[in-house]
């Protein structure tokens, strides 16, 4: 799976856990974009999380 090129955020593990508490193996998957930026002058398309994408910590390409 991709990972945030920015703050590096990708997949972790945890557990479903039923009524009963039995655990079972899941999976957290990042909210990874794929956005157009400008970066050093030249516009990239790099893979990026929500929450960087709202803090405004790379400029968008227009």
Not at 9 to 14: A, L, N, R
Not at 36 to 61: D, F, Q, W, Y
């Given at each position: 799976?991709?990972?945030?090129?920015?703050?590096?955020?990708?997949?972790?593990?945890?557990?479903?856990?039923?009524?009963?508490?039995?655990?079972?193996?899941?999976?957290?998957?990042?909210?990874i974009?794929k956005?157009?930026?400008?970066?050093?002058?030249?516009?990239?398309?790099?893979?990026?999380?929500?929450?960087?994408?709202?803090?405004?910590?790379?400029?968008?390409?227009?």
């Open positions: 799976m991709a990972k945030c090129e920015i703050c590096g955020k990708g997949t972790t593990f945890g557990h479903n856990v039923s009524h009963s508490i039995r655990r079972t193996n899941r999976s957290f998957k990042a909210n974009r956005v157009r930026v400008v970066k050093n002058g030249t516009t990239r398309r790099i893979n990026i999380c929500a929450r960087c994408l709202r803090s405004n910590k790379v400029e968008r390409a227009v």
